[in-house]
């Protein structure tokens, strides 16, 4: 309808203009309004901007696998083309080159950095237990805009370093956040090669939010799942 419209309009102008020069607490309170009238007029899902997080804890044994190349590409391509200059940024991984990490910041002013980072995250994997998900959570917790935005968490794991324990709390915490809140944290996992012994937990950690999921990533379903995923971005 005319509202949805009007919204979606307000929300594309502040997204693309450079003449606007809102305060972080001014476009706060544009979304929670936004968000609230929506619910009200129960009109489609508007683009109030997202936060994603890269979070990845691979063994280093996909190093030498085409997929791997694949996913640093994938990762790119979204990051690129599907982060808009609004949305937040942030980035987990621990890999043989050292750690690679970056607190949720805005892409705007932050591009460059981000996109540097990000590509070394998805070009080196890690050579012990190096869980990634108990800090992109913390990274989630640590950042305002995630109360304000909807935040994807896109964790790229085989199970190597998955810690049942801490998992599980973290599931509970995300499922307690997203009742609680206006926002919601989705959690989507992208398995490779998953030990069986944590298949099963792995894929209830997707039951967080309607707009989670899992996909058990391989080569012959890398290209449909991420042109997927760029649509719902």
């Known amino acids: 309808g005319p509202y949805f419209l009007a919204a979606a309009a307000l929300m594309h102008f502040a997204k693309v203009n450079d003449d606007v020069h809102w305060t972080s607490k001014t476009m706060a309170t544009v979304r929670s309004d936004l968000r609230k009238m929506a619910r009200v007029c129960r009109s489609p899902t508007l683009d109030l901007g997202k936060c994603v997080v890269f979070a990845l804890e691979l063994n280093e044994r996909w190093e030498c696998e085409e997929i ?46 981000q996109r540097t ?17 108990p800090y992109a959570m913390q990274v989630v917790l640590d950042s305002s805009a995630s109360q304000e935005m909807d935040t994807y968490i896109l964790l790229f794991t085989d199970g190597y370093s998955w810690d049942p324990e801490p998992y599980m709390s973290i599931k509970w915490q995300l499922t307690r956040m997203n009742k609680d809140n206006e926002s919601n944290v989705h959690m989507i996992i992208f398995g490779l090669d998953v030990e069986p012994e944590h298949i099963e937990e792995i894929r209830s950690m997707c039951s967080v939010s309607k707009g989670s999921f899992f ?6 379903n890398i290209d449909e799942t991420f042109s997927s995923l760029s649509s719902i971005f």
């Open 68 to 113: 791997f190349s694949l996913i640093n590409s994938k990762c790119m391509n979204l990051f690129d083309n599907h982060c808009t200059h609004a949305d937040y940024v942030g980035i987990v991984a621990y890999t043989v080159d050292g750690d690679h990490t970056l607190e949720l910041s805005p892409k705007m002013g932050n591009q460059d950095h």
């Open 117 to 133: 980072v990000l590509d070394l995250a998805t070009k080196s994997a890690s050579e012990r237990i190096s869980s990634a998900l």
């Open 215 to 220: 996909v058990d990533l391989t080569m012959e």
